[in-house]
């Protein structure tokens, strides 16, 4: 039996339909938006799953929601946080009927949290990683903590079930999520069309091309990743190539030059095929401090594109050294430096870990499964709702829209209150 239909035998037993609300600021395109839109899409195929995306900030994932017709909503405020946001998301998920509230991100949580509580809908809530302080300035920190504090507060309060996407965040939160229901359930991509990687040749083939792929900040690490290039000024062919914005590029760029390497590192920014340039290189590296379970790197995979990662976090329970990656301390530049040399000198070894890494991707890491996964966690997150006695706000004994709700799931949505 299929995940489909895995899902379907499940909600038959259960409920005639799950009315699912996913909520996120989405604000950038980053590994939780990735997410979202992937998942929600996925959701919007299943038959007896009404799937509804709430976001914050009008930005690249809104567009994208609307472009596949997932039935989405942007809930916006001149002021960061107005109360009246939360009669707003209860406002939508009332006219929806909405079951079930899975939040991601501290705004989302605070904000659709409350509102899920007031029309008695159960709550979900994603950790997709741990608190990242900047080194300055200081207020940010502050601002970050608070941000944070209020984000656990309205979870111990109000959330009963917390999912994980790695074993490693899980035991971080241990202790703060103590009384909770809580499950790990890996991110997982769906299977990248050929269409998106094909016919774009963007790297000099001359070159041994590597890159990082992401948010261009101290945590993802890619000032381990400019030293060690430093080190392998004799390698003449090597070139970096940073794909992706952050606060840390302006830095990252005036030590190139600095330090000699600028002729041998270009900045992409934001790639909206960042498939394609995935594709075209020699080696992903991921070295970063701390991870959740960073989508490029699962791409990477599926991609066939050997990796070089740190050994932290999600990253050390998808990959395994010397098997489907080379993992290599993090913050250790001259080790990195090492992997990268080897995987230069010998491509044999590129081809066999690339190879293992999309048969793993393929056999862990796919949509279906964690779909399968996440239905079971609403299925059970409703049954204790049920079992404390829902409010009947938000979704009534019986369905009266028939056809109607049918055809409202086909539209393309996109609405902004």
């Not at 309060?157 to 965040?169: E, G, M, N, P, Q």
């Not at 990687?197 to 000099?204: E, H, K, Q």
């Not at 095929?273 to 992903?284: E, G």
Request: charged content about 25%; aromatic content about 8%.
């Amino acid at each position: 039996m299929g995940p489909q239909n895995r899902v379907k035998g499940s909600l038959e037993n259960n409920c005639p339909e799950m009315r699912v609300a996913i909520a996120s600021v989405g604000e950038l395109y980053g590994g939780v938006e990735q997410y979202i839109y992937l998942y929600a899409r996925h959701l919007g195929n299943l038959d007896l799953i009404d799937v509804t995306v709430i976001l914050f900030e009008d930005s690249l994932l809104y567009k994208k929601l609307k472009d596949v017709g997932i039935e989405t909503y942007l809930v916006q405020s001149r002021f960061k946080h107005d109360p009246r946001l939360v009669a707003k998301v209860a406002q939508i998920l009332s006219r929806r009927h909405v079951d079930v509230v899975h939040t991601h991100g501290y705004k989302a949580n605070l904000i659709c949290a409350l509102a899920a509580r007031r029309v008695g809908a159960a709550i979900v809530k994603t950790e997709h990683g741990r608190l990242n302080f900047p080194f300055r300035p200081e207020m940010r920190s502050m601002k970050m903590y608070a941000n944070w504090m209020a984000d656990q507060l309205i979870t111990l309060a109000l959330v009963k079930d917390i999912v994980y996407v790695s074993y490693d965040l899980a035991a971080r939160f241990r202790a703060v999520h103590a009384c909770k229901s809580r499950t790990v359930i890996h991110n997982a991509i769906a299977p990248v069309p050929t269409a998106e990687t094909s016919g774009l040749d963007v790297f000099d083939r001359h070159h041994f091309n590597i890159g990082v792929v992401g948010r261009v900040d101290r945590v993802k690490g890619h000032i381990f990743m400019l030293k060690a290039v430093e080190s392998l000024s004799d390698i003449r062919n090597l070139r970096v190539h940073i794909i992706g914005r952050g606060p840390l590029e302006s830095e990252l760029k005036e030590y190139c030059i600095s330090h000699g390497i600028d002729s041998r590192v270009r900045f992409w920014g934001f790639r909206k095929d960042i498939h394609a340039y995935m594709r075209n290189l020699d080696i992903l590296v991921a070295p970063s401090l701390h991870e959740g379970l960073p989508y490029t790197v699962l791409e990477a995979m599926y991609l066939r594109v050997p990796i070089i990662a740190s050994a932290v976090g999600g990253l050390r329970e998808a990959l395994k050294n010397e098997e489907n990656a080379v993992l290599v301390p993090p913050g250790d530049h001259e080790e990195l430096a090492v992997a990268i040399r080897r995987l230069h000198d010998e491509p044999e070894r590129r081809n066999s870990i690339s190879q293992r890494a999309f048969l793993d991707v393929m056999s862990r890491f796919m949509i279906d499964d964690m779909a399968q996964r996440y239905a079971d966690v609403y299925l059970a997150a409703l049954s204790r709702a049920a079992g404390r006695g829902r409010s009947g706000k938000g979704r009534p004994q019986q369905d009266t829209h028939g056809d109607g709700e049918a055809a409202a799931r086909a539209r393309v949505g996109g609405r902004t209150f």
